[in-house]
């Protein structure tokens, strides 16, 4: 493994620094408390080329490695995790397989206008009693010779509404189980497909979730990625990569915690000296230092593997877990480091503990990535 960045990796991690300080920071609190979706924000990131990142430039991407890509996702969400949310799902659940699995014809119609971030992209898995148990699925997609016929609810779909194009895995042949599953292109706009209203959540309030309802939604055979019966590997190896995105943004939440409480530490004073003077404090921020550090390479040690084409399904599980916690438990600090200003939305660091909370539930619960990785290590 080598140690050290690229000129170029050095240069994306400096631009997204610099988007996340200009575009993003300036009302991030507002977006927050409103619920707002950072609409212009992703059109730039998208124009940047951010929104393909590892997508062949042939198909309108980037061309770029992983490594680059964790890098970029740190800084978004040292800043605004809802944004980088948006990018993650777009690139690593829905780029990622379509350029892998998909047809020419998918890729010229539906990969060109998502890696190029002209559109954005939604990947639904979840449903109302299917999130850990992800193979028991009730979304149906009947066969129908040249088309299926697709009814049920997704719920919990991050872009909900800002998409234009939907992954939606749905189950076709019961008897088969989790081989009977297939992964299907939905547009926006398809009739019976409708979107639910915005959840109000805890954090990432940026981000759009919504539930989808397909009621008889008519999806041409052409728009199935992969063989009959591959939705729900589709799923599964789709998410090994996401998972490393996810890591990332957890890594970044964490950072931007440290780095704030770290700049409010040397500046308030207390009892005549720095808060960062009193050994209370300081060990906190070695604590801190330390499990982000540790959780960075875990987060880079995946993404090497995976631009390696080394296998790296337990490596990203290991990552996701770990920087997740590590954000959950950074952030709580970080707020007690700020005492009552921590408190308050203009010192973020609040936002920054409601957002991490969600990077240890979705795209797998840490409970789900030590199922995970104990079956990989007892195998
Ligand atoms: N790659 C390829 N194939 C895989 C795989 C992988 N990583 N993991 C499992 N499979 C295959 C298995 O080999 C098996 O196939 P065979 O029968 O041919 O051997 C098949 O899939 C079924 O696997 P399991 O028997 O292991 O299935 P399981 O019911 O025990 O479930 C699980 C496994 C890991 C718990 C899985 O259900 C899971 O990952 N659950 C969590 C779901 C999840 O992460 N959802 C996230 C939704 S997206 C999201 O959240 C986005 C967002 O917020 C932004
Ligand atoms: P459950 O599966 O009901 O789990 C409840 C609790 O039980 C958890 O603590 C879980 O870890 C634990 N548990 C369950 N089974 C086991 C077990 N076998 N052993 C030990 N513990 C267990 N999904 C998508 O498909 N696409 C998206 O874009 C998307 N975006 C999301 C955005 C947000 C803001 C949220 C909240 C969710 C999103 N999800 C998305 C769904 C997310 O992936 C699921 O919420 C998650 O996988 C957990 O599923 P669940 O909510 O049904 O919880």
């Known amino acids: 493994m080598d140690f050290n960045f690229t000129e170029e990796h050095l240069m994306i991690r400096q631009a997204a620094k610099d988007f996340a300080e200009t575009e993003l920071k300036p009302g991030v609190i507002e977006r927050d408390e409103k619920q707002l979706f950072p609409k212009d ?79 954005l992209g939604a990947f639904a898995l979840s449903e109302p009693e299917a999130g850990s148990d992800a193979t028991s699925q009730h979304t149906t997609a009947i066969d129908k010779g040249d088309h299926y016929v697709l009814n049920g609810t997704k719920n919990w779909i991050t872009n909900g509404s800002s998409a234009s194009i939907y992954l939606v895995i749905a189950q076709t042949d019961v008897a088969k189980g989790s081989h009977g599953i297939n992964v299907l292109i939905v547009e926006r706009g398809a009739e019976g497909f409708s979107i639910g209203p915005k959840e109000n959540k805890l954090g990432i309030r940026g981000s759009d979730t919504h539930s989808l309802m397909f009621n008889d939604v008519k999806v041409p055979k052409a728009n199935r990625i992969g063989e009959e019966g591959f939705g729900f590997k589709f799923a599964m190896e789709t998410l090994d990569g996401g998972r490393i995105g996810i890591a990332a943004q957890a890594l970044g939440i964490a950072a931007g915690a440290f780095e704030m409480s770290t700049a409010y530490a040397k500046q308030r004073k207390t009892f005549g000296k720095a808060i960062s003077e009193h050994q209370a404090i300081a060990f906190k921020l070695a604590d801190m230092a330390t499990e982000i550090e540790a959780a960075r390479w875990l987060v880079l040690h995946a993404a090497w593997l995976k631009d390696q084409n080394l296998p790296y399904a337990k490596a990203s599980a290991m990552a996701k877990l770990f920087a997740s916690e590590v954000a959950m438990k950074t952030t709580v600090e970080a707020v007690q480091i700020h005492g009552g200003y921590g408190f308050v939305k203009e010192y973020h660091v609040e936002r920054l503990m409601r957002d991490a909370k969600i990077t240890q539930i979705y795209e797998g619960t840490s409970e789900i990535q030590k199922m995970v990785i104990s079956r990989s290590v007892l195998k």
């Open 41 to 119: 924000q992703m059109k730039k990131l998208g124009e940047l080329g951010f929104l393909g990142m590892m997508v062949d430039p042939a198909y309108y991407g980037a061309g770029l490695d992983t490594i680059s890509y964790v890098l970029a996702l740190e800084e978004l969400s040292k800043i605004d995790a809802s944004a980088a949310v948006a990018m993650s799902v777009n690139n690593s659940l829905v780029c990622f397989g379509l350029e892998k699995y998909g047809t020419e014809a998918q890729k010229e119609k539906y990969l060109k206008p998502l890696a190029s971030g002209e559109l």
